[in-house]
């Protein structure tokens, strides 16, 4: 089906492109939240008509969200989970959870505009995309871990994980008398020293 956008999308154009997309696509998404019309001569004339109020409307929206992204620019939000030994989450972290974090530290972000490919499921530093507008994103450090001073050291560069098996690997070493033989325990003597008078 010929669309012609309303406003840019991603990998498909700007606004006043005419695109041809799958007709579910046009139908269930672009058209029912005004993103696009359907191409035919009506329409196109309607679209000529308002071209300059829709790029004003979007020139406005886009400087407004260009505002919003110099103060959520790096951001680094922190989220305790609980975990297992190995890093994996019980459950995981969602779109949800990353909107209530930002929220709480004063952003307004609204569920649609981050862009989570995949949950997060383990303990770590994370990057998560954050759509303010078609045209301006920025990226949000998510720090997940199991409890603040851990939050903190993965804050600072250390690998959690990596330095909580070099712990476990250097472990209870005995010192061991080679003169022994296999099996055989040290025993140690027990000096009686006369008491001096």
């Known amino acids: 089906m010929e669309i ?6 991603e990998k ?8 041809t997309v799958k007709d579910g696509f046009a139908r269930n998404f672009l058209l029912p939240r005004k ?12 679209f000529e008509a308002n071209r300059e109020r829709l790029e004003a409307d979007n020139a406005a929206r886009r400087t407004e969200a260009e505002g919003e992204a110099k103060s959520l620019d790096g951001v680094t939000v922190t989220l305790i989970r609980q975990a297992s030994n190995v890093g994996q989450l019980y459950g995981s972290v969602a779109v949800r959870d990353l909107v209530e974090a930002l929220e709480s530290e004063g952003h307004k972000v ?17 990057e998560v995309r954050v759509a303010l507008h078609p045209e301006v994103s920025v990226t949000v450090k998510v720090n997940v871990a ?8 993965q804050a600072q560069g250390v690998d959690v994980m990596a330095a909580m098996f070099e712990k476990e690997e250097s472990g209870f070493v005995e010192e061991r008398d080679p003169n022994l033989e296999a099996g055989e325990i040290v025993r140690e003597e027990e000096a009686t020293e006369e008491p001096e008078a």
Not at 4 to 9: G, K
Not at 12 to 19: A, E, H, M, S, Y
Not at 38 to 44: C, G, Y
């Open 4 to 9: 012609i956008l309303l406003e840019r999308v």
């Open 12 to 19: 498909l154009g700007r606004i006043g492109d005419v695109v």
């Open 35 to 46: 993103k696009a019309l359907r191409a035919n001569d009506a329409n196109r004339r309607v």
């Open 110 to 126: 609204t569920k649609s505009q981050v862009i989570l490919d995949k949950p997060i499921k383990s303990i770590g530093l994370h």
């Open 146 to 153: 199991r409890s603040p001073e851990e939050a903190e050291m």
